[in-house]
């Protein structure tokens, strides 16, 4: 993975918060890049800092110091070619699912009759064909972030900036969207970046995964995944996940003792 | 309608009739003075002898009601607007609109007499006086309350203030503005009620003063039944435009859960 120009470049970033006139570190140097179309994690313990890194990439919070580039410009501002999930749907409970995936594009000012179909046939790859016209509340939890996925996907962004998208889904649901967001990302090859703290999510889906301290955040390690493409929920139980599993185990583990 | 509703809509009506028959029996066995506490039956009996006058006065009132109720949800949610939109004047209005809250309306219903006559004025202006704030607080909140990370998305695709406000804040407030506009409407009654009370020769407040004054007491229990009667009428078909308008409310949600069972 040594692509001359990485989609994503993030050097030396640091983010101190000043609350109530006392300075708290957030991040400390971090420095990781991400090739184009490659999936990259960021692992690390709760509360280190992660959204911030993401934030900041996205362009809705400055660096206190360093740098980030999206495929060679430097990020002043939000860019409409990323897109994003978060953490929760947040989908807007008066649009149907539908409508909520074409928010972006409505936003966007694009032509919203050559997106509508755009739109269904997202909404078929995350498997809800059968639910465009449902109301968010008639949707279960899983499925409503099936349909963030997909709205984040609708204005073809070339990179994707995912935020814990399934910390708060049950691990049935979370190991079955793991499996759906590597059938898409497989599909559609966008530059991924997905921050977690779930080592077997992290192994499973990565190409690479960068290891953070807890705060202020710096880059522990950066691990190669080994694992052959394309890959199946199978690979779960294969000695080189396990070892994978482990091996970040122990890293994330050391930092704590 | 639904099977729960019909339900609800039963006992709430067994539940008035049982009540009434109580106070018929009452009234009779304890042989209470008409002009003290008439029995239902005699309100009743003057509400169809009179029945045209009613119709005069219930007019009167509710269009008192309904022009102070509509200039209160048109200034309220101006007012939610500018405080949302322009957040450095929210410190100027929010507190002038405590103190008009605060002072009692009761209080200057007569200086309102005084500087607007004994018209339909004085009585739409307390009315909206006492119906605005509600509509207000409720909308504002709304405004501020989109969540967290809906704005983000939308900071990201760079949308516009104008998007902001019109595609993320005013669906989100929607729910929040109903509730001010059920809270508001039932303030209305009471303000056009006052004014009338203080000062006018027509409306349903005014027949109540009449009738006190004549010790015709199951006249102005008559009124007050058509009062009250009026002032739900009104609630209600607030609520149905909700159901309609805002399904996705949180009483919107009840319905669907319903349909489901």
């Known amino acids: 993975m040594s692509s001359p120009k990485p989609a994503i470049e993030v050097a030396d970033l640091c983010k101190t918060y000043v609350v109530r006139g006392a300075a708290t570190a957030a991040l400390d140097r971090l420095s990781f890049s991400v090739a184009p179309q490659e999936f990259v994690s960021l692992l690390g313990p709760s509360g280190c800092g992660k959204t911030t890194v993401l934030k900041i990439i996205a362009g809705l919070t400055a660096p206190t110091e360093g740098i980030v580039k999206l495929e060679g410009h430097t990020v002043l501002g939000p860019r409409a070619d990323v897109g994003m999930v978060f953490q929760t749907p947040a989908l807007m409970r008066w649009r149907t699912a539908i409508e909520n995936v074409l928010l972006p594009a409505e936003i966007l000012s694009l032509d919203l009759r050559k997106f509508r179909g755009r739109a269904k046939d997202l909404l078929d790859l995350v498997g809800l064909s059968d639910f465009i016209n449902k109301l968010p509340n008639q949707l279960s939890g899983g499925m409503q972030q099936r349909v963030s996925i997909a709205r984040a996907l609708v204005h073809d962004p070339s990179i994707l900036l995912l935020d814990e998208p399934f910390s708060a889904l049950d691990a049935m649901t979370r190991n079955q969207l793991n499996v759906e967001l590597l059938r898409i990302w497989s599909e559609r090859k966008k530059t991924s970046l997905l921050i977690t703290h779930s080592i077997p999510e992290a192994v499973f889906l990565s190409d690479r995964v960068v290891v953070l301290t807890a705060r202020p955040a710096k880059v522990m390690d950066i691990v190669e995944i080994t694992l052959p493409r394309p890959r199946t929920p199978d690979m779960r139980v294969s000695p080189t996940f396990i070892n994978l599993v482990d091996r970040l185990g122990r890293l994330i583990g050391l930092e704590f003792a | ?261």
């Open chain 2, 1 to 261: 309608m639904n099977a729960t509703g019909v339900g609800q809509i039963v006992k709430v009506a067994l539940s008035l009739i049982v009540f009434a028959l109580l106070w018929q029996a009452a009234c009779y066995v304890f042989s209470v003075p008409t002009f003290l506490v008439p029995a239902p039956s005699d309100i009743l009996l003057r509400l169809f002898e009179k029945g045209g006058l009613y119709l005069t006065h219930t007019w009167v009132t509710f269009y008192e009601t309904l022009l102070g109720f509509a200039f209160a949800v048109l200034g309220g949610c101006l007012a939610a607007a500018v405080i949302v939109v322009v957040p450095a004047l929210r410190d100027v209005i929010m507190p002038l609109l405590l103190i008009a809250q605060i002072v009692p309306k009761v209080a200057i219903a007569p200086i309102l007499l005084i500087w607007f006559g004994y018209g339909l004025a004085p009585k739409v202006l307390i009315a909206f006086l006492i119906a605005f704030f509600p509509v207000v607080v409720n909308t504002t909140q709304g405004l501020i309350s989109v969540e967290q990370e809906l704005l983000e998305l939308g900071q990201s695709l760079k949308a516009t203030r104008w998007q902001i406000f019109w595609k993320f804040r005013v669906p989100t407030a929607l729910p929040n503005l109903f509730s001010g506009m059920k809270i508001a409407i039932t303030l209305a009654v009471i303000g056009a009620v006052i004014g009338e009370f203080v000062g006018g020769n027509r409306g349903l407040g005014y027949l109540i003063i009449i009738a006190n004054q004549e010790l015709d007491t199951p006249l102005a229990f008559a009124a007050i039944l058509v009062l009250s009667v009026g002032g739900i009428i009104l609630f209600w078909m607030i609520e149905i435009a909700e159901r309609y308008l805002v399904p996705w409310s949180s009483t919107g949600d009840a319905n669907i859960e319903m349909a489901r069972q």
